[in-house]
């Protein structure tokens, strides 16, 4: 049995961890990472990453099926498209695996120690690992928890064979005939959305009355109606019970009680992510939880002196950035630094066709908090770039106090409009009022202008429209 | 939707030009009719800008400290209310007039600027708007305006502060509660000048030693304080000054003060030595014209008055200020009394007058208390004459056989030396030390 004693230990190479051990190594911390799998968790290896690869090659295709049908507005023709999907794999295959090797050199050039292979702790001070070449024994004076999150499983619908989850929707060979997607969340809806493209018959099914449930009716209207022109049967408010006999078809109980039967040789359930909270000694250190997730405070800190948790397994919302920025955190906490969560928006944006923006709050929450609000949105239909992008469904909305006009949120549904994010989010943090944003020269022809549009608009002014 | 235009009105007789001193409203504020938006100098005289409207602040057309000319646009309006009366009006008589153009330039004709210097003339005020310009309010410089007025807010209860997260790292990393930092910037957002002043303030945590201090707080020079500084400027640059000092035997003055006070009826102000030294002052100068006078150095002429305008400096909150009582020949001892109290509350106050500030032909300064026993007054230009009160003190005085107790003040006089020679000067201090010193000589005619 190894020993070996460290500053800092980092459990999982996710987002959260691996930024965790980089900007702990770039201090001059000690640290060493342990990852079961491969660097980059299940962002770079199983989500993120590869289903944006596979929603673009959809998208690629579905373009060239239409100018191959000849229904093309740009008057581009051509022969029958053919779809090699385990090519397109492949090629998936080969962004990740530049990223992951890309990460594990990040790691390298930082001083960190990777060690591969399950951990586990056997008390506060230590974690054994089980690698390919024994049992690792670490001795930690700071742990930090970065293990993530899972696929949740339905008991009437477990995983295996027909039934599968994201990860293994994203490695399927073959393009499925007919896809059921249960669970009209984000990851179910970009996926479900990108199998349509590539020529599957799709029927998502969601207990909720609605689509995208997190998000306003208003935001999702245009997903849905796209949705409807990709031919994807929505059935809302209904619930999947499970497999028919034969196990080629997906028993629904329908929003009027009655009962159906979706023909599909593969179910994809996407309800959710679950902490994985299991399998790592979490009981050897009885730390306190949050429902399923474990209790964090401000700085990262769980409920035992020298650990602590970033990431999914802390709580919602789980998205890589808000880990990455968990981990830069606690990196520079335990290097000394003072530091603590002061974030005043999580940007979340959802790779649907049209894609979804958020960041802080939505009208309704606002309103919901008691503050009075000014809100307006901007079309993509007044907007040049987005008509020449034939883009047109959409907008950019804003949200902002009416008595100072600090902007409180920033939503956009649109062709492109994840790459607005980031200035979503830098009005946010950085305190911007309408003004601001109306006094900023957008670029034209963007479609950021929508954004400068949709402050000026809301100030009673909007020039476009 | 109606807008109201305000502009600056005519704030006093002669007056092109005034300095704004204090906004009362920030960007986005709903006013009130009558309530005030925001104050003016001239001169010395401060006149509040009263709101013609209920409605919302769309627009501040002037940063503090800025001179702005009279009938120029100072603030913008919103009429509160969708389609009401007021936003019907205004679109109305937008057509005819145009739209208001930035032109600075005073309003010409009969053309009366929209807004009332006072209550009074509210009515009578024009009810002139104006259609916004296009792409109207001017977001950038409105909300550097804007924060002006936000300076040292507090945060609503429970609010968060609002900084970037730049600023938030500095702070966190020299250990400031953000929510103890109060912010200039729009919207009440923490500047790093916020934190930086919040810093300098709350650095004062003793630690052994002495330290070298290197921060530098700039002061903007504005309203009272520029008024004051440019007329010392122009008193100290123009006037050659001769200073004389003499002292005055004032026991004999100070016995006869006593007894008025404590005779006196209920109704009459209590006397302080001001107003006797006004009345021998007036006794001084009808015998030497040439001290009572104003000297208008550019057209090189000395204007003698026969009427005796006494200005007494006196301190202020705000500073400096000259009240004048007017026609102090006229006055007898109770009413300049009466006069100097009044005059003394209204400064204080800020509610003195720009007739009761300006006019005065010779000045009397005095620190009371603090009188010291000499100064070097500066002569309160365009005036040729000053009389500066130093501290009553017990001194010991050879009456030829002992020392005696008797209570002195010394009087240290300036003269603008161009017209005024020492000689003269001299005289008139001398003559000043013979009626306070025999002071029934103020009250005998001749």
Redesign the interface.
């Given at each position: 049995m190894k020993e070996i004693s460290c500053k800092l230990l980092v459990i999982g190479a996710g987002p959260g961890g691996y930024i965790c051990a980089i900007r702990a190594g770039q201090l001059g911390v000690d640290t060493v990472i342990v990852e079961a799998v491969k660097p980059g968790g299940t962002c770079l290896n199983v989500g993120c990453i590869p289903s944006k690869a596979m929603i673009h090659a959809a998208d690629e295709y579905l373009k060239v099926s239409e100018m191959a049908g000849g229904t093309s507005p740009l008057g581009i023709s051509l022969s029958a498209p053919a779809l090699d999907l385990a090519k397109t794999v492949a090629w998936k295959d080969r962004i990740v695996g530049r990223l992951t090797t890309g990460v594990a050199g990040l790691l390298k050039k930082a001083k960190v120690k990777s060690v591969q292979g399950w951990a586990r702790f056997r008390d506060g001070k230590t974690v054994e690992v089980e690698t390919e070449t024994g049992l690792q024994v670490i001795r930690a004076e700071t742990i930090v928890i970065a293990t993530g999150s899972a696929p949740v499983e339905l008991p009437f619908l477990p995983f295996g064979g027909a039934v599968i989850s994201s990860t293994e929707a994203l490695a399927l060979k073959q393009v499925p005939q007919a896809l059921a997607v249960v669970g009209g969340g984000y990851i179910g809806l970009e996926l479900g959305t990108a199998f349509a493209k590539l020529g599957a018959k799709v029927t998502v099914v969601e207990a909720l009355p609605r689509i995208l449930p997190q998000y306003d009716a208003e935001l999702t209207r245009p997903v849905a109606k796209r949705l409807e022109a990709l031919g994807v049967k929505v059935l809302t408010g209904a619930k999947a019970k499970g497999l028919s006999a034969k196990g080629d078809a997906l028993l629904v109980e329908a929003a009027d009680g009655g009962e159906q039967k979706i023909v599909a040789d593969k179910v994809l359930v996407t309800v959710g992510r679950k902490p994985l909270v299991d399998g790592w000694g979490l009981e050897e250190i009885d730390l306190d939880r949050d429902g399923r997730f474990i209790r964090i405070d401000e700085q990262c800190r769980t409920s035992m002196r020298g650990i602590y948790a970033i990431g999914d397994v802390t709580g919602e919302p789980m998205l890589a950035h808000r880990a990455m920025a968990q981990g830069e955190m606690v990196a520079e906490i335990v290097a000394g630094?003072?530091?603590?969560w002061?974030k005043r928006s999580i940007p979340a944006v959802c790779f649907t066709d049209p894609e979804v923006v958020t960041a802080g709050l939505s009208p309704d929450e606002a309103k919901a908090l008691g503050i009075e609000i000014k809100s307006s949105q901007f079309p993509f239909s007044a907007n040049g770039r987005a008509m020449t992008l034939l883009g047109e469904d959409g907008f950019v909305r804003i949200v902002a106090?009416a008595?100072?006009?600090?902007v409180l949120g920033i939503q956009a549904v649109g062709t492109g409009v994840s790459e607005l994010s980031a200035a979503f989010g830098l009005a946010i943090?950085?305190?911007a009022?309408?003004?601001?944003i109306?006094?900023t020269i957008h670029a034209h022809p963007t479609q950021g202008e929508a954004f400068l549009e949709a402050a000026l608009r809301t100030?009673?002014?909007a020039?476009h429209i | 939707?109606g807008e109201h235009v305000i502009k600056l009105p005519d704030v006093g007789e002669g007056v092109a030009e005034a300095e704004l001193v204090e906004w009362h409203v920030k960007i986005?504020d709903l006013v009130r009719e009558d309530a005030v938006l925001a104050a003016v100098m001239t001169d010395k005289a401060t006149v509040e800008i009263p709101s013609p409207v209920d409605g919302e602040i769309l627009w501040l057309g002037a940063e503090i400290g800025d001179t702005v000319p009279v009938g120029s646009p100072i603030v913008r309006i919103k009429v509160a209310g969708e389609g009401g009366v007021a936003a019907t009006e205004a679109e109305k008589p937008s057509g005819v007039q145009g739209t208001p153009t930035p032109d600075p330039s005073p309003q010409g004709g009969g053309e009366q600027p929209s807004i009332a210097v006072s209550k009074s003339d509210t009515s009578k005020a024009g009810k002139e708007t104006a259609k916004a310009p296009t792409?109207?309010?001017s977001?950038?410089g409105?909300?550097a305006r804007g924060a002006a007025a936000t300076i040292g807010l507090p945060r609503p209860e429970g609010e968060r502060p609002?900084?970037?997260?730049a600023v938030?790292l500095r702070a966190?990393?020299a250990?400031i509660d953000l929510r103890q930092v109060s912010g200039t910037?729009?919207?009440?957002?923490i500047t790093h000048d916020d934190l930086d002043g919040f810093a300098a303030r709350g650095s004062a945590v003793p630690t052994a030693g002495l330290l070298a201090r290197t921060e530098v707080e700039e002061i903007k020079v504005i309203g009272l304080r520029r008024r004051i500084a440019e007329k010392m400027a122009l008193a100290k640059s123009r006037i050659p000054h001769i200073t004389y000092v003499e002292e005055i035997d004032v026991t004999a003055l100070e016995e006869l003060r006593a007894k008025l006070n404590a005779s006196k009826k209920p109704d009459r102000p209590k006397l302080t030595l001001l107003p006797f030294l006004m009345r021998a002052l007036v006794k001084a100068v009808a015998e030497q014209p040439q001290l009572n006078a104003i000297y208008d150095d550019d057209a090189g002429v000395i204007q003698r008055h026969a009427g005796v305008h006494i200005g007494m400096a006196a301190q202020t909150p705000g500073g400096l200020m000259v009240p004048v009582v007017r026609h102090a020949e006229a006055r007898d001892i109770w009413d300049c009394a009466g006069e100097v109290n009044r005059l003394a509350e209204a400064a204080k106050a800020g509610t003195a007058t720009r007739e009761e500030l300006t006019g005065s032909t010779i000045t009397i300064t005095s620190l009371g208390a603090m009188g010291g026993v000499a100064t070097t007054p500066v002569i309160n230009y365009p005036e040729v004459a000053i009389v500066g009160v130093n501290k009553i003190m017990i001194r010991p005085m050879w009456d030829g056989t002992q020392f005696v107790p008797r209570k002195m003040m010394n009087l240290s006089s300036s003269f603008d030396h161009r017209v005024i020679d020492g000689w003269d000067a001299a005289v008139f201090v001398q003559r000043l030390k013979a009626l306070l010193e025999a002071p029934a000589m103020i009250f005998v005619e001749g």
């Amino acid at each position: 049995m190894k020993e070996i004693s460290c500053k800092l230990l980092v459990i999982g190479a996710g987002p959260g961890g691996y930024i965790c051990a980089i900007r702990a190594g770039q201090l001059g911390v000690d640290t060493v990472i342990v990852e079961a799998v491969k660097p980059g968790g299940t962002c770079l290896n199983v989500g993120c990453i590869p289903s944006k690869a596979m929603i673009h090659a959809a998208d690629e295709y579905l373009k060239v099926s239409e100018m191959a049908g000849g229904t093309s507005p740009l008057g581009i023709s051509l022969s029958a498209p053919a779809l090699d999907l385990a090519k397109t794999v492949a090629w998936k295959d080969r962004i990740v695996g530049r990223l992951t090797t890309g990460v594990a050199g990040l790691l390298k050039k930082a001083k960190v120690k990777s060690v591969q292979g399950w951990a586990r702790f056997r008390d506060g001070k230590t974690v054994e690992v089980e690698t390919e070449t024994g049992l690792q024994v670490i001795r930690a004076e700071t742990i930090v928890i970065a293990t993530g999150s899972a696929p949740v499983e339905l008991p009437f619908l477990p995983f295996g064979g027909a039934v599968i989850s994201s990860t293994e929707a994203l490695a399927l060979k073959q393009v499925p005939q007919a896809l059921a997607v249960v669970g009209g969340g984000y990851i179910g809806l970009e996926l479900g959305t990108a199998f349509a493209k590539l020529g599957a018959k799709v029927t998502v099914v969601e207990a909720l009355p609605r689509i995208l449930p997190q998000y306003d009716a208003e935001l999702t209207r245009p997903v849905a109606k796209r949705l409807e022109a990709l031919g994807v049967k929505v059935l809302t408010g209904a619930k999947a019970k499970g497999l028919s006999a034969k196990g080629d078809a997906l028993l629904v109980e329908a929003a009027d009680g009655g009962e159906q039967k979706i023909v599909a040789d593969k179910v994809l359930v996407t309800v959710g992510r679950k902490p994985l909270v299991d399998g790592w000694g979490l009981e050897e250190i009885d730390l306190d939880r949050d429902g399923r997730f474990i209790r964090i405070d401000e700085q990262c800190r769980t409920s035992m002196r020298g650990i602590y948790a970033i990431g999914d397994v802390t709580g919602e919302p789980m998205l890589a950035h808000r880990a990455m920025a968990q981990g830069e955190m606690v990196a520079e906490i335990v290097a000394g630094h003072k530091r603590s969560w002061d974030k005043r928006s999580i940007p979340a944006v959802c790779f649907t066709d049209p894609e979804v923006v958020t960041a802080g709050l939505s009208p309704d929450e606002a309103k919901a908090l008691g503050i009075e609000i000014k809100s307006s949105q901007f079309p993509f239909s007044a907007n040049g770039r987005a008509m020449t992008l034939l883009g047109e469904d959409g907008f950019v909305r804003i949200v902002a106090r009416a008595d100072n006009h600090l902007v409180l949120g920033i939503q956009a549904v649109g062709t492109g409009v994840s790459e607005l994010s980031a200035a979503f989010g830098l009005a946010i943090e950085m305190g911007a009022r309408l003004e601001d944003i109306a006094g900023t020269i957008h670029a034209h022809p963007t479609q950021g202008e929508a954004f400068l549009e949709a402050a000026l608009r809301t100030l009673g002014h909007a020039l476009h429209i | 939707m109606g807008e109201h235009v305000i502009k600056l009105p005519d704030v006093g007789e002669g007056v092109a030009e005034a300095e704004l001193v204090e906004w009362h409203v920030k960007i986005g504020d709903l006013v009130r009719e009558d309530a005030v938006l925001a104050a003016v100098m001239t001169d010395k005289a401060t006149v509040e800008i009263p709101s013609p409207v209920d409605g919302e602040i769309l627009w501040l057309g002037a940063e503090i400290g800025d001179t702005v000319p009279v009938g120029s646009p100072i603030v913008r309006i919103k009429v509160a209310g969708e389609g009401g009366v007021a936003a019907t009006e205004a679109e109305k008589p937008s057509g005819v007039q145009g739209t208001p153009t930035p032109d600075p330039s005073p309003q010409g004709g009969g053309e009366q600027p929209s807004i009332a210097v006072s209550k009074s003339d509210t009515s009578k005020a024009g009810k002139e708007t104006a259609k916004a310009p296009t792409g109207s309010p001017s977001p950038l410089g409105g909300g550097a305006r804007g924060a002006a007025a936000t300076i040292g807010l507090p945060r609503p209860e429970g609010e968060r502060p609002l900084a970037s997260p730049a600023v938030r790292l500095r702070a966190k990393e020299a250990g400031i509660d953000l929510r103890q930092v109060s912010g200039t910037g729009p919207a009440g957002r923490i500047t790093h000048d916020d934190l930086d002043g919040f810093a300098a303030r709350g650095s004062a945590v003793p630690t052994a030693g002495l330290l070298a201090r290197t921060e530098v707080e700039e002061i903007k020079v504005i309203g009272l304080r520029r008024r004051i500084a440019e007329k010392m400027a122009l008193a100290k640059s123009r006037i050659p000054h001769i200073t004389y000092v003499e002292e005055i035997d004032v026991t004999a003055l100070e016995e006869l003060r006593a007894k008025l006070n404590a005779s006196k009826k209920p109704d009459r102000p209590k006397l302080t030595l001001l107003p006797f030294l006004m009345r021998a002052l007036v006794k001084a100068v009808a015998e030497q014209p040439q001290l009572n006078a104003i000297y208008d150095d550019d057209a090189g002429v000395i204007q003698r008055h026969a009427g005796v305008h006494i200005g007494m400096a006196a301190q202020t909150p705000g500073g400096l200020m000259v009240p004048v009582v007017r026609h102090a020949e006229a006055r007898d001892i109770w009413d300049c009394a009466g006069e100097v109290n009044r005059l003394a509350e209204a400064a204080k106050a800020g509610t003195a007058t720009r007739e009761e500030l300006t006019g005065s032909t010779i000045t009397i300064t005095s620190l009371g208390a603090m009188g010291g026993v000499a100064t070097t007054p500066v002569i309160n230009y365009p005036e040729v004459a000053i009389v500066g009160v130093n501290k009553i003190m017990i001194r010991p005085m050879w009456d030829g056989t002992q020392f005696v107790p008797r209570k002195m003040m010394n009087l240290s006089s300036s003269f603008d030396h161009r017209v005024i020679d020492g000689w003269d000067a001299a005289v008139f201090v001398q003559r000043l030390k013979a009626l306070l010193e025999a002071p029934a000589m103020i009250f005998v005619e001749g």
